[in-house]
């Protein structure tokens, strides 16, 4: 399994605002990917993020609206830029060792913007 | 169609009972299968993958996989009210490993009564 440590836990950003989330892993993964679980809700991936190379945006997301970055194979940011309310939500960072693996999240970031 | 279909529930059964939750998916080149728990207000935690036609045993929790017929289940013995839960459906379908993003269902919510 994986260790992952996502910060903040929650925020109360104002519209128009950046919040950068932050994930750390425990151990080195190979697949480290971004989700977004709207109230009542499955999980939607955003993008996967990809060591030394642009993220990979599903559709529905772009880079400008959720810059991500993945510096090395243990840590991963996304940035939630120029937020309206219908941001708000639950951002979940995943990670795992290997392909088609299991995969792990950490404990969320609850985004609520106002 | 959805990708991955879940009965959203509630799925209620006694204590001591066995719960039966279902999942279907679409991609017939879907590789790897998981089951996680979501308690409200925190993030999914896997409690059974599997790979292979058949049955996959896990304590109280069994997993079964039937390729042909498209559906996974996880079938949960001895259910105690801490099972009560959403649990989430999540498969992979990339091919060449290169992605392992999952794709969840909506989730089924047990509830376990006393």
């Known amino acids: 399994s994986a260790v992952i440590s996502q910060k903040p836990s929650r925020d109360i950003c104002q519209r128009g605002t950046s919040l950068t989330i932050q994930c750390q892993v425990d151990?080195?993964?190979?697949?480290m990917f971004w989700y977004r679980q709207q109230p009542g809700q499955s999980l939607t991936l955003i993008a996967t993020a990809n060591q030394g190379s642009e993220a990979t945006y599903e559709s529905g997301f772009v880079i400008d609206k959720f810059p991500i970055s993945r510096p090395n194979l243990t840590f991963s940011t996304l940035t939630v830029s120029n937020m309206s309310p219908e941001d708000s939500s639950i951002y979940l960072c995943s990670a795992a060792h290997k392909a088609n693996t299991e995969a792990f999240f950490g404990q969320g970031t609850r985004l609520t913007v106002v | 169609q959805k990708e991955v279909e879940q009965n959203s529930g509630p799925l209620s059964v006694p204590e001591g009972a066995i719960a039966s939750l279902n999942c279907t998916y679409s991609d017939r080149g879907s590789q790897s299968f998981f089951w996680y728990r979501q308690y409200s207000g925190k993030s999914p935690e896997l409690i059974m993958s599997i790979y292979s036609n058949g049955d996959k045993e896990d304590g109280r929790f069994t997993a079964q996989l039937n390729k042909a017929s498209q559906y996974v289940s996880l079938l949960i013995r001895d259910s105690q009210p801490s099972d009560s839960a959403t649990y989430l459906c999540?498969?992979?379908?990339?091919?060449?490993?290169?992605?392992?993003?999952?794709?969840f269902g909506t989730g089924t919510r047990l509830q376990v009564t006393l």
């Open positions: 999540a498969v992979t379908h990339e091919k060449t490993g290169t992605a392992s993003k999952l794709t």
């Open positions: 151990s080195q993964v190979t697949m």
